[in-house]
């Protein structure tokens, strides 16, 4: 029977991509030093991570006119910290900010070393929460207007391609004055950032994501909360409902 063979073209390209892939010692270098071929749509949104001292719960909350925000954007660990990863998000942001949070570097120095490692530093954004509440924020030079973000005591906000700087502004505001668990507060940011104009494109997706130790499905992990919208007209409207069915709604 007649062996399968590569192509020379086949054969030409494997060599050329494994050369590229490796430093001048023969090692493989990291993936988010190379420009990515595949060009995927922008995570332009606006999201808010936070953390609660008293209850020692971290969240993220996330609204965009993207498909499933809420597959990309949060990461959280109790204990650790949490993270929002947008514009053309760098998701190993996620796993290796969480990684460093662990080894006890704050919200700053984490930002610091990840972009420094990413060439495409320019197109991301990023908000950290570390362990003890520490929160910072990133946007690169190039992430389209309007961009930016905010952080306060135990939350950053950040966003891009939103309506204007209140977003943001009135992001904030809303989590600040919200005495209410994190998870509703979260909301509340959400919900004051849309009324503020949003993400410019439209609205299609949200999620919310909130980790305290041992809170997950029978004490086993920590995903106290972990609710998507990944395609709706209203998806801020709907997590809240949906968030609703598992904790009581605050009176207005």
Known sequence: MNQPHLSLAAFLFAAGALTLA???????????????????????????????????EWGVAVASKFLAVGAVVPWAKAGVGAIATQSHANTTYGPK???????????????????????????RQVGIIDAKGNAATFTGSKCKAWAGGKTGKHYTCQGNILAGEAVIAEMAKAFEESSDRLAWRLLAALEAAEKAG????????????????????????????????????????????????QMKQPKK
Do not use: W
Not at 29 to 55: G, H, L, M, R, Y
Not at 104 to 111: Q, R, V
Not at 221 to 240: C, G, S
């Open 97 to 123: 900010g969480l990684d460093l949070l662990s080894q006890g570097k704050s919200a700053e120095d984490a930002i610091k070393l990840l972009t420094e490692a990413d060439m495409g530093k320019d197109v």
């Open 198 to 245: 949003g993400d410019s494109r439209g609205k299609q997706s949200a999620a919310i994501l909130v980790v305290r130790d041992k809170a997950g499905y029978s004490g086993f992990n920590d995903r106290m909360i972990d609710f998507r919208v990944d395609d709706h007209a209203t998806p801020v409207q709907e997590l809240a409902r949906i968030l609703s069915l």
């Open 22 to 56: 490796m430093s001048d010692n023969g090692s493989l270098e990291s993936p988010e030093k190379f420009q990515v071929a595949k060009k995927d749509p922008p995570i332009c949104t606006f999201s808010i991570v936070a953390f609660d001292p008293e209850q020692q």
